[in-house]
């Protein structure tokens, strides 16, 4: 039975938007775990935060970082993610009937404890996450996305709504 319900597109097409409008749709009290927002300047994106489902928010990756790990342009803040991210899955795991993993990324996949949480907890089907996934192949994330009990929507501009609606509707399915 799939428990995991992923998001998949280019970049900038909408999935952190759709997670938002999910997590609206069942309820702030149901739902824990974390998006990631852009940060951006008059003109151009410049970095990313991570937001908790509880109002915490921390830097993650910003082109002002003087990280030695770079993504890109942007260097990442692993000890921040960690702190952040890893703490609000445990919680949400514990006291919510959803967890909101956005995203399983370049950025977040070098972290090695959050490669490990993530795939130990597809891999157990017990709790209900969605998220969004890179569209891009890499070694760490095509083992999760081959895992049993994931279920996969690749988001266009021309499908956004419908999957949206799709995603919806086989978690409430669930819920």
Same mark, same amino acid.
């Given at each position: 039975?799939? &428990?995991?319900?992923? @998001?998949?597109? $280019?970049?900038? !097409?909408?999935?952190?938007?759709?997670?938002? =409008?999910?997590?609206?749709?069942?309820?702030?009290?149901? !739902? %824990?775990?974390?998006?990631?927002?852009?940060?951006?300047?008059?003109?151009?994106?410049? %970095?990313?935060?991570?937001? &908790?489902?509880?109002?915490? #928010?921390?830097?993650?990756?910003?082109?002002?970082?003087?990280?030695? /790990?770079?993504?890109?342009?942007?260097?990442?803040? /692993?000890?921040?993610?960690?702190? @952040?991210? *890893?703490? #609000?899955?445990? =919680?949400? *795991?514990? +006291? $919510?009937?959803? +967890?909101?993993?956005?995203?399983? %990324?370049?950025? =977040?996949?070098?972290?090695?404890?959050?490669?490990?949480?993530?795939?130990?907890?597809?891999?157990?089907? =017990?709790?209900?996450?969605?998220? +969004?996934?890179?569209?891009?192949?890499?070694?760490?994330?095509?083992? /999760?996305?081959?895992?049993? %009990?994931?279920?996969?929507?690749?988001?266009?501009?021309?499908?956004?709504?419908? &999957? &949206?609606?799709?995603?919806?509707?086989?978690?409430?399915?669930?819920?």
């Amino acid at each position: 039975m799939e &428990t995991c319900f992923l @998001l998949t597109g $280019k970049p900038r !097409v909408g999935k952190s938007t759709a997670i938002v =409008q999910l997590i609206n749709r069942i309820g702030a009290e149901h !739902v %824990g775990g974390f998006y990631t927002e852009e940060i951006r300047s008059d003109t151009d994106r410049i %970095g990313f935060n991570c937001v &908790t489902l509880d109002g915490e #928010s921390e830097r993650i990756a910003s082109v002002d970082s003087t990280s030695s /790990i770079r993504i890109g342009r942007y260097g990442v803040e /692993i000890e921040a993610f960690e702190n @952040l991210a *890893l703490t #609000s899955i445990r =919680q949400s *795991l514990m +006291t $919510k009937n959803v +967890t909101v993993i956005d995203e399983i %990324g370049y950025m =977040q996949m070098l972290s090695v404890p959050f490669r490990k949480m993530v795939y130990n907890m597809v891999s157990s089907s =017990q709790h209900l996450i969605i998220g +969004t996934i890179c569209l891009d192949s890499h070694p760490e994330i095509d083992k /999760i996305k081959e895992l049993p %009990g994931i279920k996969l929507y690749v988001m266009n501009e021309e499908n956004r709504e419908l &999957t &949206t609606e799709a995603l919806a509707n086989d978690l409430f399915r669930l819920l």
